[in-house]
């Protein structure tokens, strides 16, 4: 398979900290926090067959009140930064962890695009079905422009996306390992065709007795899921922070890829103050909800052109909030 849509990393067993490298709790504890996890699961194969009944708003509260229930009962703090918009958005994050999908749930349950493997994990798979995933099969990169079509229609709907366009997880540590595909441009498409924002978000992870980022909680290279659940819950103390960029508001002639790039910076290269105009970054995390509009050249396309992906010039895209 194409490594367009099976991306991968430069990661491996070295990204992950060693015996002894993070804090750690004692094993009972750490059988404490193992017996409340499966307890929220199992909480939430009951609410998996309740969401579906459940008007929008009342569905988005009880994710979002069970996501940070487990975070609690794994011992995880969560550290938001910046606000959503009120209404729909197509939010993008980087993935470093299976927990990233618990951070979105926690601070924007919006539906998620996952690949179709999750649909068959036990209980976890339940609940993306019962809060309407949209699956993704990689095997049939035909169906790509179908699942494109359905998250647009998920966002006219009013409903909020949430995607990990780089299509693996990473230690979000070291820049060698990063994918080298960068965000993959399809998923930005169906923000352009449904008028939608996009919403840039920073997925980072921070042992709360060092102070410094960690990589414990991530899921990478051959490692089990069941081993890197282990790993994360015998940290002491561990913070999820999630860094809301400033919304970028594509025209109907943005280029998807242009889109993706700019997206990309938002998450991975904004500093934590704020930066000259001229600088081409898109957002900078921790600004009031509604910052100052921000002026990027972004390739428009052809009328004419076949793909989404043509250019015909360059005009100014306004990136306001």
Known sequence: MNTLWRPSSGCGPDCLPGPGDAPAISAVRQLGRAA????LLGLGVGLAALLPALPTRE????????????ARACGVRLEVRGRLPRRRALLVANHVSWWDVLALLAVAPARLVAKQEVRRWPLIGLL??????????????RGLPATVGRVASALRAGR???????GTTWCGAAAGCRPPTGF?????QAAIDAGAPVVPLRIGYRCGVTGETTTAPAFVGDETLLRSVRRMLAVRSLTVCVDIAAPLHPGRSADRR?????????????????????????????QPARPAATVLPVPTRSPAAASPAGVAGERELPLAA
Do not use: C, K, N, Y
């Open 258 to 286: 242009a889109l993706a790039r700019v997206a990309e910076s938002a998450v991975h290269l904004v500093p934590s103050t704020p930066v000259a105009q001229p600088t081409p970054v898109a957002a900078v995390p921790g």
């Open 59 to 70: 569905r988005q509260a009880a994710l979002r009140g069970w996501a940070r229930s487990t």
């Open 160 to 166: 909020s996306v949430a995607v990990f366009p780089e």
């Open 184 to 188: 993959r441009p399809a998923m930005f």
């Open 128 to 141: 993306a079905r019962a809060g309407g995933t949209v699956f993704v099969d990689r095997s049939r990169p």
């Open 36 to 39: 409340g996890l499966l307890g």
